[in-house]
């Protein structure tokens, strides 16, 4: 390890030491463990190299490279103005609304929720709430993820939602997390617990989203429980200022006959890395993941995916797709895992590319590892470029060049927009794809 990138490490353990002396009377003793814990995990670990398989295209040298102070409660006037002008803003449905990773109450709206269903800050939460013990990092494994230890080491704030058993929710919960310019480059730790009891039906959606051009680092993890029966549907916009660092752990974990259905969609960042975990834990469990980023620049967009069948009669479905322009990179590195007694599994992989330019780089690697014999599993990935008939084409019937190709890009994005339930955010997303293609 260089001796600079040990004096960071060091830094961490030092602002983790003024963080923990901050919390130590006012937080519960197993919190106090667990923090403890996840600092230790951390100082084993340290920052991920690409000597290591599953960071072998992904240099975190630029995050570990740079001092990153703890994320200040930044809430003026100016900045407040510019959140309730956000196309994220306000949308038809409950939202929590955080800013720097600390929420804020003003902006925050939980009104038409069922009465027994509680949506709250995760830190007003841990303070008179102790059965949260019972799951919050229970799923995401901090001893041996680098930033889930990080993360864990620094739990403060962010969301929790537990939905009762037998619970509709009509309308998805949003969790808008801003992050906004401060004087020098700041590092947050949002936390989010889902726990969807037995038999209920909800949707998620978390978008992050920056303001102005700082530097700054969101470390982020989410845990989601879907118990028996119960089904989830869960949205992820990563839409960060191009020159922000992103990580985020997603782990969501299916009990018998339990639905899951993620999202995840991403548009900025200077480097953007996300693990999603789904374990299918009980007979009958499904999981259904799509995935889309769009890279332009210098970008950096790493998507590690990971679907592990546990039980028998669990069926997934997973669909990447990448646009890439510029001197972007992205990565995709999916891997189904069937365990020896997961019999009569059904799943079915793909990753699909498209290169806007002869300088975009895309490593893709879809596999399967499978310790069971009677399964159907499939995956594949395809790596291309924009058909020069289908714009010979539309310039046939008038459409601009650029037009032409916007065109096809957009109905290439659709398959998985589309995925999008909650129509004001789907067209939110529609815009934002337009956008990004004209930047």
């Not at 592990?308 to 895992?337: M, W």
Request: charged share 25%; with cysteine; glycine share 6%.
């Amino acid at each position: 390890m260089s001796t600079a990138l040990k004096e960071i490490e060091d830094l961490y353990l030092k602002d983790f030491r003024e963080f923990e002396n901050r919390h130590a009377g006012a937080s519960p003793s197993w919190l106090n463990e667990l923090r403890s814990e996840g600092m230790q995990a951390f100082a084993e670990l340290g920052f991920p190299t690409t000597r290591l398989e599953d960071w072998r295209f992904c240099n975190m040298a630029p995050i570990a490279g740079v001092r990153f102070q703890p994320a200040p409660f930044t809430l003026n006037d100016q900045i407040e103005n510019q959140i309730r002008k956000l196309p994220y803003f306000g949308l038809d449905c409950p939202q929590l609304v955080f800013v720097n990773g600390h929420y804020v109450k003003e902006l925050s709206s939980v009104a038409g929720l069922p009465g027994n269903v509680k949506v709250a800050s995760l830190a007003e939460t841990l303070k008179r709430d102790d059965a949260i013990a019972a799951h919050l990092a229970r799923y995401a494994d901090h001893r041996s993820r680098h930033f889930v230890a990080l993360n864990t080491a620094f739990i403060e704030d962010g969301a929790f939602i537990e939905v009762p058993k037998g619970v509709l929710i009509e309308k998805p919960i949003h969790i808008l997390y801003v992050s906004a310019d401060g004087n020098e480059p700041w590092v947050a730790h949002p936390r989010n617990l889902m726990i969807a009891g037995p038999g209920s039906q909800a949707a998620l959606i978390e978008t992050h989203i920056g303001l102005g051009n700082g530097v700054y680092f969101n470390n982020v993890v989410t845990e989601i429980v879907a118990e028996e029966n119960a089904h989830v549907n869960y949205v992820k916009v990563q839409h960060e200022s191009e020159t922000a660092f992103h990580v985020a752990s997603v782990v969501a974990y299916a009990a018998r006959n339990a639905a899951l259905q993620t999202n995840s969609i991403q548009f900025g960042a200077r480097l953007g890395r996300e693990d999603l975990t789904t374990v299918l834990d009980g007979e009958g469990a499904e999981s259904y993941l799509y995935g889309l980023y769009v890279t332009n620049g210098q970008q950096l967009i790493d998507n590690h995916t990971a679907i592990d069948h546990a039980q028998p009669h669990c069926s997934s479905r997973e669909f990447y797709k990448g646009i890439l322009d510029g001197k972007s990179t992205g990565v995709f590195n999916g891997k189904i895992l069937v365990r020896k007694d997961a019999q009569k599994t059904d799943s079915k992989q793909s990753d699909k590319n498209l290169l806007l330019s002869e300088s975009a780089t895309i490593n893709t690697k879809p596999q399967l590892e499978i310790f069971a014999d009677d399964v159907k599993c499939t995956h594949g990935a395809t790596i291309g470029q924009i058909d020069p008939e289908a714009v010979f084409y539309l310039r046939s019937r008038g459409l601009a060049l650029e037009d032409a190709r916007n065109v096809l890009i957009v109905a290439f994005a659709a398959e998985i927009v589309d995925r999008v339930k909650f129509e004001p955010y789907r067209e939110v997303l529609k815009a934002a794809l337009t956008h990004k293609m004209k930047s």
